[in-house]
């Protein structure tokens, strides 16, 4: 599997008329220079002059140095919380060996991941067979969508303390910056963060908007670099070590909107209409990349779902994320063909002809 695509034509390929586009732009907005990129010294360089525990360090480390990328500062993260946050049916339905959790565990591990995200009890009926081979992300809070009508507010499904008895090496949640619930979420999360930090374990915080009035008769801007930009700032703020979001497509959301604060240089000088350009205003509301972005892959669509990882990928890269979190794509399909996407998603990363933008 590490041989499936170590060229950069093989990416090209996949990439198809947008390969010059992605492969080529030379950034004009904010400078590398003034970026924290990632490298084998993440660690070193970035968290352990915080006030993360030693503990903390340690699970970081196992992280970073685990799966294919391990050593290089990128992350390839396998989440399945889609049991909940999407009914277990329509997640599974297309491939139901996933209704059983160790088949999650085990397409992270024979995929070369960093980590497997998963829920408390499919991790927990796992945790003394697979804690000790592959780090575990414990999933603390979930949309859950047996309410009628559906309602869409994050919960707590156990505690901090679950997690770190079950072996994790880190847990991660959700905030739905935004909401009408926004500020009890941030509450809870900043708590069990600081409770993780306490116990040695890591945190990851999805840092998703969500907000009925985001989306206009023209445009939803749940995914505009300056809203993401946003949350992914107050993620950092509540201690995140590693941030998710997802890939932005387009902006303006507080110039369109009139809400918030925004500043015009956020659109004409630190960003432009370049998905690159667009990934790198998010990494830089990231403290300028020393918390680690990972984008992650959305939905799956089929037979673009390769490309589309690997296009996920050369953005996140260039723009100076840390990788890539894709669940759908790689579980959605056959365990052998799951294990090809993610090796695709990690194989941008480790060529050395894909660079910073």
């Known amino acids: 599997m590490d041989a499936l695509i170590n060229k950069t034509k093989d990416i090209e390929e996949l990439l198809g008329d947008s390969a010059k586009s992605l492969l080529e732009h030379k950034s004009s907005t904010i400078p590398v220079k003034n970026l924290h990129l990632p490298g084998p010294h993440v660690i070193d360089e970035i968290f352990a002059n915080s006030n993360r525990s030693t503990p903390t360090l340690i699970n970081l480390s196992r992280i970073y140095n685990h799966g294919r990328l391990a050593g290089t500062g990128y992350l390839s993260v ?13 997640s599974f339905a297309p491939n139901p060996q996933y209704f059983d959790p160790e088949n999650i565990i085990k397409l992270a591990i024979e995929g070369g991941c960093n980590a497997v995200a998963s829920t408390f009890g499919g991790l927990a009926l796992n945790a003394r067979k697979y804690a000790h081979k592959i780090p ?6 979930h949309n859950e969508l047996m309410t009628y009508p559906n309602k869409y507010d994050q919960i707590m499904f156990g505690t901090v303390e679950e997690a770190w008895n079950l072996g994790a090496a880190a847990i991660g949640a959700t905030i739905y910056f935004g909401s009408e619930e926004s500020n009890r979420q941030i509450v809870e999360v900043a708590e069990a963060f600081e409770r993780a930090h306490e116990l040695g374990m890591a945190t990851i915080l999805w840092c998703y908007t969500r907000n009925s009035a985001f989306k206009t008769k023209e445009k939803d801007f749940h995914t505009a670099a300056d809203l993401t930009g946003q949350a992914n700032h107050l993620g950092v703020t509540l201690k995140a070590d590693i941030i998710k979001q997802k890939l932005p497509d387009t902006n303006g959301g507080f110039e369109t909107l009139k809400f918030g604060k925004f500043h015009p240089a956020m659109y004409d000088k630190l960003s432009s209409e370049h998905p690159i350009d667009l ?3 998010q990494v830089a509301n990231c403290y300028m990349g020393k918390i680690g972005l990972i984008n992650s ?3 799956s669509s089929g037979s673009s779902d390769f490309a589309d990882a690997a296009r996920t990928a050369v953005i996140n890269k260039r723009a100076g994320g840390s990788g890539l979190i894709s669940g759908r794509k790689a579980f959605q399909r056959p365990m052998e063909k799951g294990v090809e996407l993610l090796n695709i998603i990690q194989d941008v990363y480790l060529n050395k002809e894909i660079t910073i933008a």
């Open 136 to 141: 575990f992300i414990v999933k603390i809070n």
């Open 297 to 299: 892959g959305g939905a």
């Open 78 to 90: 396998l989440p399945v919380d889609q049991g909940i946050e999407h009914t277990a049916g329509s």
């Open 279 to 281: 990934c790198r205003y």
